[in-house]
């Protein structure tokens, strides 16, 4: 990930954004609803029914709906395919669309409005709220496809169990290795995950809306479905009217490895300014010591152990990957803090207790090494979108991995190399117009850095005025009760009024289900009043980790 900068030129460039007159907003793209090659889509009946289970909710409050959708807008003839969507089993009164998407970005926005709508119930206030999958998601209804992965020679890097000690050798074999699964998978089903891309989600989204008889939807988006709500804001302004963006992407221009690169120093820096010192003060629950430093070398400890084969079938990749829940606190209670404690358990030997850690570490983490197949969805919407954008050399690559060793790895392989197709994301209409709509923004998301959201607010202007949370560390505001974020966000949802001006929000303690922090605190810059600060110094990232 590239540390955040903004040169003094390129700064004054993007306060000018916000000062002088602005882009132009656009008119609008033909939806083709009134196109009789498309007439039997926008004239389909909706038939709803139950819900399956999913990772977030057990699907007792909603029922959905499967909706067919051409497998290519631009060519109804290749064929059709179906995406799920939902709506709550007992809707309050309603005069108004709100359609939400999860992220991930093959979260099934379907089951997770479910969960929108029993954490925030604010939402349901005078909307309809429909959650609508992405083609091709994991969780949820609607088509989907599984490739196999190609045979493993053994080289690749994750083989030994630890992704974070890559060598060029083993880099490059993963690098073939990717690229002879993807291959065959586009064989197999290429004429559907060309299909995959936002442009085509976001007529998805025109769809439904229309099939439901609105005229018109808001739009609620959270992380990775900034990115699709914000496109969507561009290519219909005149069908989408209030749309909050939570937990942003760099949606001025869409790129998805640069995300990734940029997403490398913000994680490791919460890492380590803001979750191992939690981790410390709640040692009850983490048994990893009651400083920061303590933590740090227990974890230290685990992974060398991890690494030495001698924690069992427990790898360094799956005490690692415990950390990848350190961004939402959902997770903290669920996953980070039991397995964290059971491996820091298993460093005295005890076969009782390493049973537990691999069990634990069983469940919370798929070892890459022993999966057959894949769904390539996320890679193709990725790929599709903006294609191969990540320019580091081989040992760029490696020394990042090392230095932020909580997800570098994760950006080793360039999944789009050799990628078929041109990118789908128009230059030229993000160029030429604004987003409009509300964003939302923690100043220590480790997924979603506010450092890129800060060039979506300079670059976009007025049109989306920003809530930030000052001092906020985990990712996904709506899973927060923070009483200044719900005012500003649902008071703009209910009303249609944007604040006239950026607002300041304070974050509360540090907290999960049964971990609660008694004061906040500060890493980054302060919040002066109704100013942006500027986003924190990634410079900060020190502590190693040595296999």
């Not at 005149?238 to 937990?247: M, P």
């Not at 691999?358 to 979108?385: G, H, K, V, W």
């Amino acid at each position: 990930m590239k540390r955040f900068t903004l040169s003094v030129r390129k700064l004054a460039v993007l306060i000018g954004c916000v000062l002088c007159p602005g882009l132009a907003s656009a008119h609008g793209i033909d939806d083709h609803s009134g196109d009789p090659a498309y007439a039997r889509y926008y004239q389909q009946p909706v038939s709803w029914g139950a819900c399956p289970p999913s990772l977030f909710t057990d699907g007792s409050t909603i029922q959905c709906a499967l909706v067919t959708v051409p497998q290519d807008w631009a060519d109804p003839s290749q064929g059709d395919i179906t995406i799920g969507i939902s709506k709550p089993l007992n809707p309050p009164a309603y005069t108004r669309l709100l359609l939400v998407n999860g992220g991930g970005p093959d979260n099934s926005s379907a089951s997770m409005a479910e969960m929108f709508e029993q954490w925030q119930p604010q939402l349901q206030v005078d909307h309809l709220v429909v959650g609508v999958d992405l083609r091709g998601v994991t969780d949820g209804l609607g088509t989907q496809v599984s490739c196999d992965y190609a045979p493993r020679s053994g080289a690749e890097n994750f083989m030994d169990g630890d992704s974070r000690n890559p060598t060029p050798a083993s880099l490059q074999a993963q690098q073939d290795w990717w690229n002879r699964s993807m291959r065959a998978c586009l064989q197999q089903h290429g004429a559907f995950l060309k299909g995959i891309t936002t442009p085509n989600h976001v007529r998805d989204l025109n769809l439904v809306r229309a099939i439901l008889g609105f005229q018109h939807a808001d739009l609620f988006a959270v992380s990775s479905g900034t990115g699709l709500m914000a496109y969507a804001s561009r290519m219909f302004p005149d069908k989408f009217e209030r749309v909050v963006l939570d937990s942003n992407m760099n949606w001025s221009h869409l790129d998805w490895q640069q995300q990734a690169l940029q997403r490398m120093s913000m994680d490791q820096l919460n890492l380590q300014q803001a979750f191992i010192p939690f981790m410390a003060r709640h040692n009850d629950q983490f048994h990893m010591g009651t400083t920061p430093q303590q933590v740090m070398t227990t974890f230290q400890r685990i992974y060398q152990a991890t690494s030495q084969h001698r924690m069992g079938s427990v790898t360094p990749d799956q005490a690692l990957g415990a950390l990848d829940g350190t961004a939402m606190w959902i997770f903290w209670d669920l996953l980070v803090a039991p397995s964290l404690s059971a491996m820091s358990d298993a460093l005295d030997g005890d076969p009782e207790h390493i049973a537990t850690a691999e069990q634990i570490a069983s469940m919370t983490y798929a070892d890459l090494r022993a999966l057959p197949s894949f769904n390539p969805m996320s890679a193709a919407l990725q790929c599709n979108d903006s294609g191969s954008t990540d320019r580091r050399s081989m040992a760029r690559k490696i020394a990042d991995t090392h230095k932020y060793w909580g997800v570098g790895a994760s950006t080793m392989e360039d999944q789009c190399q050799g990628w078929p197709w041109a990118p789908a994301i128009d230059p030229l209409l993000e160029l030429r117009t604004k987003v409009h709509g509300l964003m939302v923004q923690g100043e220590f998301d480790p997924s979603t850095p506010y450092g890129e959201a800060l060039v979506d607010r300079l670059w976009n202007g007025n049109a989306a005025p920003m809530v930030f949370i000052d001092n906020a560390a985990t990712h996904g505001a709506i899973f927060d009760d923070n009483a200044c974020v719900v005012a500003a966000e649902f008071g703009y949802l209910h009303t249609g009024v944007l604040p006239k001006r950026d607002v300041i929000c304070q974050a509360g303690p540090m907290h999960s289900f049964g971990m609660r922090d008694s004061v906040a605190y500060q890493y980054g810059y302060q919040a002066l009043g109704p100013w942006l600060p500027l986003p924190p110094d990634v410079r900060q990232v020190s502590w190693v980790l040595v296999p």
